[in-house]
Each structure stands twice: as structure tokens, then as C-alpha cells.
């Protein structure tokens, strides 16, 4: 259990390591806080939760809490406000000191929310792994490029543009046993399905220039209300991270710009611009329970799978996950699921039309502020993890949110039909 905490924290520091104070402070874009926020943010919530609230420690750095709590401080003012890189990275040594210190004489009681089942330790880890995810999405905003191959991203599966027809089912939305499971995932319950039909592989960046070419930025037919008005205040004519150049359209990577690579997952598109795209494919987008249902249900077994392949920890050969690649392979480029379906695990997020609501008899956990503010009917979810995203967040159960209009994070589009 405490080894989640440490590799959850060997990521961070990996994705950290070069940076100096400037760039680490700078922010890139006002709706996502200076990495420099994010690495003093992951040790101030493990002090907290940790050393104040289990072991009852004092404050080591009480003038931090108005700025590294994400509740009270501005994101705006978050980068002047901060104490410099390498004090914050010693104050973060010295909270998970103390942490490793306090967890080896911890008894796990089961009266106490926080420690039953070891919940703050899942709590924290799962936690940091996201941030790391931000980390690397604000490196990719800022240029601030990590030293990853730029491999080729291969040729997509022929059959991955194919639809798999999947019969109606009924079974267990959520997941009530998983020890990383978020409060939001956690209220298991009984759910139908109809019957549908899901592409085996998302969107290519290759299909995405066939509908830009065909004017789907411009026609209005494709958007909803909601959607014009974003592209009105937006201007948006591409994927975020594309650019028109002389010899055509070249995109940023973790490992800079190249040319857009037309076999990858189109990534970096918002909501609206799903939606759009999947109108002009005479598709939709997967509801929440249909992408579960395909992802983790298992018609023979009856049962779920934690992963697309099964229950088996990620690795490289599986999934393409933790900023291994400079973006996401193509589709195909990892065996199928069971259901015949690919890199519903990594890759790239995939919208869902669904809103981000609470599952019927939604209890929230100690962390109160994790999912409850954001039941605001604006938030859609997004399933299956990115190629920057930690393997244990990536389980089939994971309910990400943004508001319709991000599209920074790695964010892509699976086309559903009706039967």
C-alpha cells in the first residue's frame, strides 16, 4: 500500500526534475495553475490528510495553506505567491518523510473512515497520479518538453474504423471494491443496456482533416447551440496544439512539434468538438454506461474487468499510458479487449455524452471537495485514460470531468450507434 505513495510520488519528481523556478512558476494558460503549484499542492494535501488530521501533527508551513489550498487561493495569483522551487521541493522531502515515519506504526482501524481499508494512503496516491497527469498537460501548454521518444505511431488496425455490435445487458455500473476508487465511482448499482454499436477504434487525426477539409468547423448544421457559441468565442479551426505551416499541418508533442501524424488518435478537442464530428459521421457519442459496459463487462464471465484486458496490472505491451510516447499510438497498435475493441485503456480520454452526476445513493468520502462541487450539470465525462496517464487511474470504473469547452488534456473521440 505505501508503495503507492512512493510511485506516486517517483512520477512526480520525474516529470519535475529538470525544471528550473521560472518556467515551473510561469502559467501557461488561466484555467490550469504553475507546475511549481502542483508540486507544493500534492505534499500540502499529504500533510493534511496525513500528518495533521491521522497523526495530529501542528502545521510545518502554516502560511501555505492560503495558497496551496485549491479552494481558497486564485489560480490567477497562485504563481507570485509561491515560495521558490527548491523550498518547496524540500518541503515536500520533509512532509513525506514524516509520512513514511508515521505510516510504519499506523494501525489500519476499521472504525475510522480515513484509515479503514487504508483509504487516506488510496486517497493520497490516487490523488498525486492525477496531478501528474496536469503536470505533464501544463509541460505539453508551456513547450516544456520531457525527453521522450518520438516513435513512430505505426498504422492503424483495418478493422479499428469497424463498429462491434454488443447486445443489450444488464450489470453493475461502478465499482464498490476498489481500494483507489474515487467516492464518485463507488456507489455500485444495477444498470440496462440496450444494445449498440461502439467503433473498435477512436478517431484518427487523418479522419479529423477529411471533416476540417470538408468544412466542419464551418458548418452550422453540425453544432448544437451551445456549440456555436463556443466556436464563436473560441475561433478554433483545428485540434488544440495544430498549426498551418507551409508544408502543412504540424502539432506539439511532449517531445515538440512535428507533423501531424494522420494514423494517431485525434487529441485535444473539446466536447463541442466531439459532438460535432460524431453528428457529421451520422454517430453519437457513447453514453457513460454503454462505454462501461463495453470496457470492463464480461458477457461469458459475468463479471467486470479492472482493465480493458482484464485484472492484470497495465504494462507497455497493454496500454499506452504514463508518458512513455510522445503522443498516442494508432489504433490497433495494442491487442484488442475482449470485447474486440481498442485502447479503450490509455491512449487517449473519450468524451462521453454524459454529464458528470452523482451515481443514486452517492456518499462522499472524507475529501469532500473531490466530486460533490463539480455535480453542476455543466462537467461531461470522459472514460479510459491518456497516453499521460497513471495505469491505476485508468481502470474501467475511472469517471474523469471536464467543463464542454477543455481541451487541453489528451482528450479524443469513440463513435457509438444505435442498433
Not at 30 to 55: D, T
Amino acid at each position: 500500500m505505501i508503495d503507492e505513495l512512493v510511485d506516486a510520488r517517483a512520477a512526480t519528481v520525474a516529470l519535475t526534475a529538470d525544471l528550473t523556478d521560472a518556467p515551473a512558476r510561469t502559467q501557461y494558460h488561466p484555467e490550469f495553475s504553475p507546475i511549481l503549484w502542483h508540486v507544493g499542492h500534492v505534499a500540502w494535501q499529504e500533510e493534511v490528510w496525513l500528518l495533521r488530521r491521522v497523526g495530529g501533527h501542528a502545521p510545518l508551513r502554516p502560511e501555505l495553506d492560503a495558497v496551496l489550498d485549491s479552494f481558497v487561493s486564485l489560480k490567477s495569483s497562485r504563481g507570485g505567491r509561491l515560495p521558490p522551487l527548491a523550498e518547496l521541493r524540500s518541503y515536500a522531502q520533509e512532509v513525506r518523510e514524516r509520512a513514511l515515519a508515521l505510516l510504519e506504526g499506523l494501525t489500519f482501524r476499521e472504525d475510522d473512515p480515513l484509515l479503514s481499508g487504508g483509504h487516506v494512503v488510496h486517497f493520497l496516491a490516487n490523488h498525486e497520479r492525477q496531478h501528474a497527469e496536469i503536470i505533464a498537460t501544463v509541460r505539453l501548454l508551456g513547450e516544456l518538453y520531457l525527453p521522450v521518444r518520438a516513435e513512430p505511431v505505426g498504422r492503424v488496425a483495418s478493422e479499428a474504423f469497424d463498429y462491434a455490435s454488443l447486445p443489450a445487458a444488464r450489470f453493475p455500473l461502478g465499482n464498490a471494491r476498489d481500494p483507489s476508487g474515487w467516492d464518485n465511482e463507488r456507489d455500485e448499482h444495477e444498470v440496462e443496456v440496450e444494445s449498440f454499436a461502439l467503433r473498435r477504434g477512436v478517431v484518427t487525426n487523418r479522419e479529423w482533416l477529411e471533416w476540417m477539409t470538408a468544412g466542419g468547423y464551418e458548418d452550422e448544421r453540425l453544432w448544437d447551440e451551445s456549440g456555436r457559441l463556443w466556436l464563436s468565442q473560441s475561433a478554433a479551426e483545428s485540434p488544440l496544439h495544430w498549426r498551418a505551416s507551409r508544408d502543412g499541418w504540424v502539432e506539439r508533442t511532449l517531445a515538440g512539434e512535428r507533423p501531424v501524424a494522420k494514423d494517431a488518435p485525434v487529441a485535444h478537442v473539446c466536447f463541442h468538438e466531439a459532438k460535432a464530428f460524431a453528428r457529421f459521421a451520422a454517430a453519437r457519442l457513447p453514453t457513460e454506461s454503454e462505454w462501461e459496459r463495453a470496457a470492463a463487462w464480461d458477457d461469458a464471465t459475468v463479471r467486470k474487468r479492472r482493465f480493458a484486458w482484464g485484472d492484470e496490472p497495465a504494462s507497455p505491451e497493454r496500454a499506452c499510458l504514463s508518458c512513455t510516447h510522445a503522443s498516442a499510438p494508432a489504433p490497433g497498435s495494442f491487442a484488442p479487449s475482449p470485447t474486440g475493441l481498442f485502447d479503450l485503456t490509455g491512449g487517449v480520454w473519450e468524451w462521453t455524452a454524459d454529464r458528470f452526476a452523482p451515481y443514486p445513493g452517492f456518499r462522499p468520502q472524507p475529501y469532500v471537495g473531490y466530486s460533490q462541487p463539480w455535480f453542476d450539470h455543466e462537467h461531461r465525462v470522459a472514460r479510459g485514460g491518456s497516453f499521460m496517464t497513471a495505469p491505476a487511474n485508468a481502470r474501467t470504473t475511472f469517471r474523469n470531468w471536464y467543463e464542454p469547452h477543455i481541451r487541453q488534456p489528451a482528450l479524443g473521440v469513440r463513435l457509438a450507434k444505435d442498433l
